[in-house]
């Protein structure tokens, strides 16, 4: 049983840099949701897709961030010119549409210098 | 508004006492209820969940959670803590196939 994997694990980057991180979700899952938790706090949900499509999105998810799930596999989320204040970590879950359990991956933690 | 609020930042309790983490959650529909286990730098690990039927749900690692929809709540407990169990634990509440709403979560230490 291969769960939610995420790639990197860290990311340490400058100020202004773009950064891509990846999500795997259980195969079976349609469903796949970004969230961002930063020190101290749970989890903020940002966006999910239903296979390749994205159904919602977060105003958490400001323009500088973007989704896609091309082929309805995995996920990939890009930060572009990074902030101080998008260190964080960003957690992917997978589930099914109609079910109700999410299955989080080890997340991607991000620190922006 | 859609919002869960854990009332405790952080518990402290010797080994081998007993646990109670507390939730509310204010939520338009009828959610389910999630709780959910964070060790340091890991993601999320799911405890239990609940929808309808029996208040009391019996979860992995000997954790069991009583819900109280009238009053909009859940407690988390444990009979009898291990070192193991300190982390940070989250209530949730969504509907099937839609985002979470999280609570701020709760940090457990547990002493020797």
């Known amino acids: 049983d291969t769960g939610v994997s995420q790639d990197p694990r860290h990311k340490i980057t400058k100020r202004g840099q773009n950064v891509t991180f990846r999500c795997d979700p259980i195969s079976e899952h349609n469903r796949l949701y970004w969230y961002r938790q930063t020190l101290g706090q749970g989890p903020e949900f940002l966006t999910y897709f239903q296979n390749e499509a994205q159904l919602e999105k977060s105003r958490l998810l400001s323009d500088r961030f973007s989704a896609e799930r091309p082929k309805g596999s995995f996920s990939t989320l890009e930060i572009q010119r990074t902030e101080q204040g998008d260190s964080a970590m960003y957690l992917c879950a997978s589930g099914s549409a109609g079910t109700d359990t999410q299955y989080f991956g080890p997340g991607t933690r991000l620190t922006v210098l | 508004a859609q919002s869960v609020t854990q009332p405790d930042i952080h518990i402290t309790v010797s080994e081998g006492a007993s646990l109670e983490l507390r939730c509310n959650y204010s939520y338009g529909a009828t959610p389910y209820l999630f709780w959910y286990v964070q060790s340091p730098g890991q993601g999320l690990q799911l405890l239990l969940k609940?929808?309808?039927?029996?208040?009391l749900v019996q979860g992995i690692k000997g954790f069991e959670a009583e819900f109280k929809r009238s009053q909009s709540s859940s407690n988390l407990r444990k009979p009898s803590v291990h070192w193991s169990d300190a982390a940070e634990y989250f209530c949730a509440v969504g509907e099937a196939g839609q985002n979470f709403v999280f609570g701020p979560g709760t940090r457990l230490s547990v002493l020797p």
């Open positions: 609940y929808f309808s039927g029996d208040t």
